[in-house]
Each structure stands twice: as structure tokens, then as C-alpha cells.
């Protein structure tokens, strides 16, 4: 098993571009989640999603957008990027069940907004 | 307002030198407490699942315990490759999957 996947690992854009970060997991989880992690702030989360269809937002959804069509995709949109999005993000994945907070992390892409 | 607070911000330790980190929460209705540890440029790798006071989980060097205020991991005799920062995490009563961490202590073990 892979675990869970994102590309790319760098990116670095200019305001107002936009781009899509990718998250994939083969372990047929349920529950995946965006985060962001920023210096002093900690991971918080974007958005989330329960199931294939079903999204919503987390702490922190403003500019960004997410669908999804299958279990294992959960892409995560930069409409306009802007440099308070430059941060590192995070995707992760869980089980449905009584371990569902035991959520499997990507090894993040590091986004800079110049 | 749900709140993780994790002290101290950074910890530098001797080989062999034990020590403990701690996590304090003001979720009211505790459905949980998550500990994971990230090494730098990666992702959180999970460590272990509190539930309920009094509960006590243990992997190897490190013992993490709960009371109804806070979380304490235990770091026994600690080697240079347990230098990572560790994150605890605990359930929002809003959302079934939202969790929110505190920001970490970054532990260095030095040789």
C-alpha cells in the first residue's frame, strides 16, 4: 500500500494563479481531510469529506474548493491564490469506524504564494 | 471556545534523560485525545488513542496518560531518533471528524 499520496511536494505560484493539489489513498477510507499547517498555528483544517459525494467545510474553507467523485481522490482547489495561502498542506484519510480519528497523513506539498 | 494548548513550545534533552510533555484542553465533553509525532518535511504519523481519565497508552520509550484537564507523554530514557515535534489533537463537539490540534512541542535528543 502506498498510504496516502499527494503531488506536487513544491509549488510555488503567483497571485492570483490558480492550481489544484492532489491526494490519493488506497486504503479504502471513508473520511479524508485538508489541512494546513503555518508557523505557530498548528494543523487546522480546511475542508473534509465523509464519503464519495459528500463534502464539507473545516475551519478555514475561504478560497479554496474541493469535490469528491471517487473514494480514493480528494483534490483540493486554490481558486485565486493570494500569499496568506502559502503554507504547507496536508491530506489525510481515516476509516469510518471506532478508529476513525485515527487519521493517516501525505507528506504534504509546500506552497509558496509570491 | 474549544481550545489545545501543548507546553513547552520546544525541549531539549540528554540521552537516557526522561522527561514529559504535556497537552491541556478546554473541550467540554471529551470524546477523545490524539497523540502524533511529525519528523520534519512529513506528514503526522498517529501514536496513540486516549479516551476516557485514567487511561494509559504505552509504544516503546514513550507512556501517554489522560486526566480531565490535560495529557502528559511520558518520554522514558529517550534516544537521539525520538527527536521529532509531537501534536496532540482532540475531537470538536460540532463536527464528527473535525479535529483540532495544538501546536506542538519540537523535542531534540542530543547524543
Known amino acids: 500500500n502506498a498510504g496516502v499520496t499527494q503531488t506536487p511536494k513544491f509549488q510555488v505560484l503567483k497571485t492570483g494563479q490558480s492550481m489544484t493539489l492532489q491526494c490519493a489513498q488506497d486504503?479504502?477510507?471513508?473520511?479524508m481531510s485538508w489541512y494546513r499547517q503555518d508557523p505557530g498555528m498548528g494543523l487546522r483544517l480546511i475542508h473534509y469529506?465523509?464519503?464519495?459525494?459528500?463534502?464539507d467545510q473545516g475551519e478555514v474553507p475561504n478560497g479554496y474548493n474541493v469535490s469528491r467523485s471517487t473514494t480514493e481522490d480528494f483534490p483540493l482547489r486554490l481558486l485565486s491564490a493570494a500569499p496568506s495561502q502559502t503554507s504547507v498542506y496536508f491530506c489525510?484519510?481515516?476509516?469510518?469506524?471506532?478508529?476513525?480519528?485515527?487519521?493517516?497523513f501525505g507528506p504534504g506539498t509546500r506552497l509558496t504564494v509570491t | 471556545e474549544d481550545q489545545v494548548t501543548q507546553s513547552p513550545e520546544a525541549l531539549r534533552l540528554q540521552e537516557g534523560e526522561s522527561s514529559s510533555l504535556n497537552c491541556s484542553y478546554t473541550?467540554?465533553?471529551?470524546?477523545?485525545l490524539f497523540w502524533y509525532r511529525q519528523d520534519p518535511g512529513k506528514g503526522p504519523e498517529f501514536l496513540f488513542t486516549?479516551?476516557?481519565a485514567g487511561e494509559e497508552k504505552e509504544k516503546e520509550r514513550l507512556k501517554a496518560t489522560l486526566t480531565k484537564k490535560e495529557s502528559f507523554l511520558h518520554i522514558t530514557a529517550p534516544k537521539p531518533e525520538d527527536s521529532a515535534t509531537y501534536l496532540c489533537?482532540?475531537?470538536?463537539?460540532?463536527?464528527?471528524?473535525?479535529?483540532?490540534f495544538g501546536t506542538g512541542t519540537r523535542l531534540l535528543v542530543s547524543p
Open positions: 489525510a484519510s481515516s476509516s469510518a469506524g471506532t478508529d476513525r480519528y485515527e487519521q493517516y
Open positions: 486504503m479504502n477510507h471513508e473520511y
Open positions: 473541550v467540554s465533553g471529551l470524546r477523545g
Open positions: 469529506s465523509v464519503g464519495a459525494g459528500i463534502t
Open positions: 486516549l479516551y476516557s
Open positions: 489533537a482532540v475531537p470538536l463537539n460540532t463536527g464528527f471528524q473535525k479535529l483540532v
